[in-house]
C-alpha cells in the first residue's frame, strides 16, 4: 500500500494537471463565445441598418424576403409596440414587444441588443433591434433575430477538444506524476520507516536514501542525531525498568495525575484496592472517576498550598475500603509537573482496631455487671446481712447466679478462643442426626415444660449420617435450642426437622415462635456479644456469645448457619451439615 504522502503528492499533480485543462477550456470557450456571438451581432447590425433603408410600408411588404437574405428572423415593431409584421408569425397573434429589452435600449440609443433563450428550439437568441426615425420622431423598430447553434456547436467542438486532450494527456500525466511523487516521496517513506524502527526501541542500522539533494542531508543528521542518542536511550531503559519494576512491587497503591489534573497511570496495587470497582479510569479527573467528595478536597488543598496533604478517606462503591491518602508533587520540565497520590489500606487495621475497642467494652461490660452486684451484696452481707439468715440465703443464691454467669462468660470466650487459634481438637465421625437429638432433648425438655411450650421433631427415616463431632454437635444444637426456648414465650412451640439439600448437606432446621428478629438485624446473629434486646437478652442469663460459638463450631464442621426471621412470627435457624461419606460411598 502507497504511503498517504505519496498519495498526497500524486492526488495533487493529478488535480493540478486537470484543473489546467479545465481552466483553459474554460477560457478558450469563453473567448469563442464571446467572439462569435460579437461576430453575428455585427453581421445582424449591417442587416437590420440595410433594412432601415426602406420605408414601414416596404419593409412590411418584403419582410420575408429581407428574412431570407439576412439569413435572421425579421420583425417590425411599431412605435407603441405593436407587432406589424413577423417572417416567420401571424402578427396578429404576437403581444405587444415594447417592453423587450431591445425594444427598450434601441427606443433610448437608437439601437439595442439582448441574448435569450429560445424554449422553443433549445438555444440561445441574439436580437438586434433599431429604431425607425421620421425626423426626430420613432416610428417603429426593425428587429432581427438568430440563433446562436454556430455559438453552441462551436463550444461543444472546443469541449470535445478538452476531453479528447484529457484522454491522451492523462496517461503520460499519470505516469510523470507517479514518477515524480514516487522520487519525492521514496526517501521520506525510507525516514519514517528508519524513525519507526527507532519509536520501538531498535536502534540498530543506519539511515540510506538514494538522492543528492537535501534529502540526503536530512537522512546524514538523522543519522548523526541516533548515533549521539543511543547511549543515553539505552541509560534511560535501564532506568526505566527500574521505575516500572519498583512502581510494580510497591504494595501501596500508587496514582500519577498529568499536568492537566487527569489520571495518568496507577500501580498495580492500586487496581486490586479500588480501581477494579470503578471500571477505566485512566484520563479523567479524581471527581470524574471516584465521585469523593473527601479526595477531592484534599487534592484541591495540596493544590491551593502546594505542599503535601494528607487525608484518611472512604473508596470503593461494592467493597468500601479505607485508605491513608497521601498527595505530593512530582517535579519536572515547566509546564510538566506532575502530582502523585499514595493509598495505603488501612481498612482491615481499622477493623480489627474497632473489633478490638468493641471487644473490650463488650467484656468489660458483661464482666462489670454480674461483678457490680456480686460485690453490692457481699458488701451488704459484711455490714450485718449475714446475720439474717434468710435475707444471707438470698443474697448468697443472687451471688451464686452472678457468679455463675461470670463463669460461662468466660468458659464461652474460652470457647472461642480456642476454636480461632486451632487449640481446640476435634474427633470427626459419622453421626446419626435423629439419635444425637435424642440424648439432647432430654436436657431441654424440663425448661420446655416449664414455659408449657410445645416441642415436635420431625426426622425421615432415610437421613444419611453426618460427619461431625458429637461433643460439639451437641454444644451447637443446645445453643441454639436455648435461644430458642429463650425468647419463644409460654405456650409456644419449637419444630425441629430435617431434610437432605441439592448440594449434599443435611439441613438441620429449628422453628419458634418467639418475638422474631428485626430483618436489618438478622445479618448481625453471630457477632459476639450482639444481642437484639440486650435488656431481655440479660435477663435471661445470656452471655451473647452463644450463636457466635454455634458460627465458629460450624465452620469447624465445613458447615454454615443460616437464620430466617419476621418480627411476631418466630425465627428459623438453618444448620448445614457435610454428609458423612466413608471410603466405600467415596469410590
Do not use: C
Not at 466 to 479: C, E, G, K, M, T
Not at 543 to 572: C, D, F, P, W, Y
Amino acid at each position: 500500500m502507497k504511503s498517504r504522502l505519496f498519495l498526497k503528492v500524486f492526488g495533487t499533480y493529478f488535480i493540478i494537471v486537470i484543473l489546467s485543462l479545465s481552466v483553459v477550456t474554460l477560457l478558450v470557450s469563453g473567448e469563442i463565445r464571446k467572439s462569435m456571438i460579437a461576430k453575428i451581432e455585427d453581421e445582424l447590425t449591417t442587416d437590420v441598418r440595410l433594412i432601415d433603408l426602406y420605408s414601414i410600408k416596404e419593409i412590411k411588404a418584403k419582410i420575408k424576403q429581407m428574412a431570407d437574405i439576412s439569413n435572421s428572423r425579421v420583425t417590425l415593431i411599431a412605435d407603441s409596440g405593436k407587432v406589424l409584421a413577423d417572417s416567420e408569425r401571424d402578427a396578429a397573434v404576437m403581444e405587444n414587444h415594447l417592453n423587450r429589452p431591445e425594444i427598450q435600449e434601441a427606443r433610448v440609443k437608437g439601437k439595442g441588443r439582448a441574448t435569450r433563450f429560445s424554449q422553443t428550439i433549445g438555444v440561445d437568441m441574439l436580437y438586434v433591434a433599431l429604431s425607425l426615425k421620421s425626423g426626430p420622431d420613432i416610428t417603429g423598430y426593425v428587429r432581427l433575430a438568430r440563433p446562436l447553434h454556430e455559438v453552441k456547436h462551436s463550444v461543444e467542438k472546443v469541449y470535445k477538444s478538452f476531453f479528447t486532450a484529457i484522454l491522451l494527456i492523462l496517461p503520460l500525466s499519470i505516469i510523470i506524476a507517479f514518477i515524480f511523487s514516487y522520487r519525492l516521496t521514496a526517501p521520506v517513506k525510507a525516514m519514517e520507516q528508519f524513525t519507526e524502527k527507532l519509536r520501538k526501541g531498535d536502534v540498530s542500522g543506519t539511515l540510506m536514501v538514494q538522492t543528492t539533494d537535501e534529502m540526503k542531508q536530512l537522512a546524514g543528521n538523522i543519522n548523526y542525531l541516533v548515533a549521539e542518542l543511543q547511549d543515553k536511550i539505552h541509560l534511560a531503559n535501564e532506568e526505566k525498568g527500574k521505575l516500572i519494576a519498583a512502581f510494580a512491587s510497591m504494595t501501596e497503591g500508587v496514582l500519577v495525575l498529568d499536568n492537566e489534573d487527569r489520571i495518568e497511570i496507577f500501580n498495580r496495587a492500586f487496581r486490586h484496592m479500588v480501581a477494579s470497582q470503578y471500571g477505566d479510569v485512566v484520563g479523567k479527573t479524581l471527581i470524574e472517576a471516584f465521585r469523593n467528595i473527601e479526595l477531592q478536597k484534599t487534592f484541591d488543598r495540596f493544590k491551593s498550598s502546594g505542599k503535601p496533604a494528607m487525608e484518611e478517606i472512604t473508596l470503593g462503591e461494592t467493597i468500601p475500603i479505607i485508605l491513608d491518602v497521601s498527595i505530593s508533587a512530582i517535579r519536572g520540565a515547566p509546564g510538566d509537573e506532575k502530582t502523585m497520590i499514595v493509598f495505603h489500606d488501612v481498612t482491615r487495621l481499622k477493623k480489627l482496631e474497632k473489633m478490638r475497642v468493641d471487644f473490650v467494652a463488650n467484656v468489660t461490660h458483661e464482666i462489670r455487671t454480674p461483678l457490680t452486684a456480686i460485690l453490692g451484696f457481699i458488701e451488704t452481707l459484711q455490714e450485718g446481712a449475714i446475720e439474717e439468715k434468710e435475707t444471707a440465703k438470698k443474697f448468697l443464691e443472687i451471688i451464686e447466679r452472678h457468679a455463675r454467669r461470670l463463669n460461662r462468660l468466660v468458659e464461652d470466650l474460652l470457647t472461642i478462643s480456642d476454636i480461632e487459634l486451632g487449640e481446640m481438637q476435634f474427633f470427626f465421625e459419622s453421626v446419626s442426626v435423629s439419635g444425637m437429638l435424642d440424648n439432647v432433648l432430654p436436657v431441654v425438655e424440663p425448661r420446655v415444660g416449664e414455659k408449657k411450650m410445645t416441642l415436635l421433631k420431625t426426622l425421615p427415616e432415610d437421613l444419611p449420617p453426618i460427619r461431625a463431632d458429637r461433643d460439639r454437635l451437641v454444644q451447637i444444637f443446645l445453643n441454639v435450642l436455648d435461644n430458642a426456648i429463650k425468647f419463644t414465650p409460654e405456650s409456644g412451640k419449637i419444630s425441629i426437622s430435617a431434610s437432605l439439600e441439592e448440594d449434599g448437606h443435611v439441613a438441620v432446621r429449628i422453628t419458634d415462635t418467639g418475638v422474631g428478629i428485626p430483618r436489618d438485624e438478622v445479618s448481625r446473629l453471630g457477632e459476639r456479644f450482639y444481642r437484639v434486646d440486650k435488656t431481655r437478652s440479660r435477663e435471661l442469663g445470656g452471655t451473647g456469645l452463644g450463636l457466635s460459638i454455634v458460627k465458629h463450631l460450624m465452620a469447624a464442621h465445613n458447615g454454615r448457619m443460616e437464620i430466617e426471621s419476621q418480627m411476631g412470627a418466630g425465627t428459623t435457624v438453618a444448620l448445614f451439615f457435610p454428609v458423612f461419606m466413608d471410603d466405600h460411598r467415596k469410590k
